[in-house]
């Protein structure tokens, strides 16, 4: 956009008001940048440095943080300990092979009362650890404790593993933070 009859000279001072703009342009890299955008800018950029290494912790940290721990596996019927009373339930799984909704329809979970407790059926999801799981699995469900304490008997017709995600966040979570030296 410079023409050859305006060429820049940093030393000199350019007596028309448009080569004086293209000068500053030049010179500034950013001719239009009030303060407040360059404050933006170096905090962006400092966001970026700080995103940039939590993601290198993430992988670093990754393997431990992301591996399952089964409540019950490869089990047709088991019962789950609830010491909580604000558990998040339970998530129940399937090998991929098997017709979920079937199995879903044949399960039967009881609370330490002996009531039967619904189970929300969950055959679409899958997740990427179940998908590299031997063997592969798929969710079947998930069901909330009902704000009891106890043993909740599970009973199915096929195997089944179980998973309490709320436990597994929690140490995903306090995983990632221990890497980065806040935990």
């Known amino acids: 956009w410079l023409t050859p009859a305006v060429r820049f000279n940093p030393l000199r001072v350019q007596s028309s008001r448009r080569s004086s703009r293209i000068g500053t342009?030049?010179?500034m890299g950013c001719g239009n940048c009030s303060t407040c955008s360059k404050v933006l800018f170096g905090i962006g950029g400092l966001l970026a440095l700080v995103g940039g290494i939590v993601f290198i912790l993430i992988f670093v940290a990754g393997s431990a943080a992301a591996s399952i721990e089964f409540m019950e596996a490869d089990k047709l019927s088991f019962t789950v300990n609830i010491d909580r009373l604000d558990h998040a339930g339970v998530s129940l799984y399937v090998p991929?092979?098997?017709?979920?909704s079937r199995a879903h329809d044949e399960l039967t979970v009881t609370d330490p009362d002996g009531t039967t407790v619904w189970v929300f059926k969950d055959c679409v999801?899958?997740?990427d650890w179940a998908k590299?799981?031997?063997?592969?699995?798929?969710k079947m469900g998930h069901f909330f404790t009902s704000s009891k304490i106890g043993d909740f008997s599970v009973v199915g017709q096929h195997r089944m593993w179980a998973v309490d995600y709320g436990q597994q966040i929690?140490?995903?979570v306090g995983g990632i933070l221990a890497a980065?030296?806040?935990f």
């Open 96 to 100: 991929k092979s098997i017709d979920c």
């Open 170 to 172: 929690a140490e995903a």
């Open 180 to 182: 980065m030296g806040l």
């Open 25 to 27: 342009r030049v010179a």
């Open 132 to 138: 590299n799981h031997n063997p592969p699995l798929r």
């Open 125 to 127: 999801h899958e997740d």
